[in-house]
């Protein structure tokens, strides 16, 4: 019996009910907090914890063997030493389930008697048809079905656009925990590779791009199964759908001695540099910018083009952050006429107004409100510019300013990412995001994040629109 | 017989710099002009025909870097430094014929190339090239086929951009047909499975911004060969 792939995968995201092998009445567990995952997140299927001890785990009657299942559930969650995920996979198969999600390490990755677990795993993959995701896997997450299979704690986690291919464990676990409890954004699906014994990045990436849901698409990866297939399929999805990748395991070490010099060029990460850049795909570099990337893809549009427009109060920042914002790719053109007169308006005549913008003597004489108000505004309004990053001046002393203002001209021009950052108290900075974000706009607590994220979206802008 | 065909036939590793560039130049690559020469009597009379001055390098199976062994003569004027050249090239161990090449103008040197990777499958490279290949790697990758737009984006990734712009007084680069010798090495390996690596060093441009590969190598997989 052969599914088409995308109804093969969709079980993952949508399951009716799930099977948990391995449950527990022990918090602390993964088999326990798996459970209390799925209820913290809403989830409306049905619930089949499996154990053999029987009795209840938080509220749920436990089914004492994979064989005394109902027929037919949707998908099986095994949370078992890896010696008895095969067995455990087979007994699945055998009650009709068609897709498992295995959480358990300590197979191929690990040393010989691992790799032939893994190998009993592929020939019931086989003989059976079965769907998987991992072994080695912390988990697959699928907000639009409130639903998850992290067995790390990690609560209610917030419906978002954009979705991540992860080949580790992180983003169910701690990463995922940073989100949750460091930002306003949400997800959308979270899929766990794992070993990839079954499913991998290629079809990951294909059922992505298929979803409705999903808006965008990070992925950290650090190896791929099949590059020339992820390369056919990711060159037409960036057209449609940004996709961000952190490839780790960019070294010169792979490079091997060969009689051509394209040869002795050719190290692994060149080839990985020209596969992406040829599928579209915006390469980062940083861990910490894979959150990045998650925050700006959720929460802002694309950017038109890669021109911007900051407010700093500082002419030490004006300089350092053009020069930055150069070496990102980011230009900070001259604005035009009408602009400059307007925000030589707002401002006493000493300071001499244009791009970037010198905030400092018209927040200090005119009021940090009027002034961000206004020359924001004037910048939102220029032709030349694509997006704003005010770096907001915020003192308890100076007083804070309603920042009301910001939701306003947001709203006002949805076509131009506005990026906050600060400099002044930390908590008004703070105060500022947890004002800002549940209401759509992103605040980056360090200046130069701001820049970062715009950039990675101004990547993701002009790949999307390359020439064929 | 094709060149390529004559080579894995005799089991050769590679492709000697002629044979490469008679299978290149059937896929539309720009090559010199050049023809093989024997003794230093027909080096002249080649060199005659060609006009000078002309370029001599050793020629062999298993010369594959002929500049670390002295075996290329650059400039050669006039009959008798042809002739004085032909009988030095000819003594390098593993010379065994000579090649006589009208000699390129310009100074802008870049390198075209492709290799095979096992999990990529071929590779097209794009550079600086010359002694700058090696010395800083200014070299970006594409996976075979590469589309028109997909060669033009690699000469946009350089460093060294500004070299296919005009240059001290002579001609832009003709990125169209640069364009065209990127696809070319990528349509040609997958067509050869025999064919391991390329090098297309240097790809000269004229003052004019036309291009020209005046050196080339092609590199044999052994395994590929032993099946046929």
Redesign the interface.
Known sequence: MQHTKQNSLTAFFEPRSVAIIGASATPGKAGYEAIRNVQANGYAGKIYPVNPKGGEILGLPVTSSISALPAGVDLAVIILPAEATPKALRECTARGIRHAALMAGGFAEVDEAGAKLQEELMTVIRETGVRVLGPNISGHTSTPHGYTSAFFPLGKIRRGNVSVIAQTGNFATHTMRSITTGEHFGVCRVIGLGNKVDIDETEALEYLADDPETKAIVIYLESFKRPKRFLEVAREVTRRKPIVMLKSGSTEAGKQAAVAHTAAMASEDRLVDGLLRQAGIVRIWEYSHLVLALKALSMLPLPKGNRVSFLAPSGAMLVTYTDFCARLGLEVPAVGPETVARLQEISPPYIRMRNPVDIWASANVRGVEFAYREGMEAVLKDANIDAVVPVMMLTRQIGQPSFEFILDLAKKYPGKPVLVSFSGDKDCAEECKAYLEPRGVPTFLEIEQAFEALSILVRCRKAMDRPR | MNPLDEALGKGQS?LNEYQAKQVLAGFGVPTCREALARDPEQAVAEAARIGFPVVLKAAGATL?HKTEVGGVALNLKSPAEVKEQASRLLKIPGCETLLVQEMIQGDREL?C???R?A???P?V?F?LGGVL??VL?D?????APL?L??A???MG?IRGVKFLGPFRGQQPADKAALAKILVALGAIALQHEAI????L?PVKIRPDGSLVAVDA?I?LSSTVAAKR
């Open positions: 590679a594959l390198v190339g492709l290799t990777d999990q990529f499958g590779c490279m550079g290949t090696e790697g070299t970006v990758f594409r996976v589309t737009a997909d033009a984006e690699m990734e391991r690596a390329i090098d060093n190598l590199s």
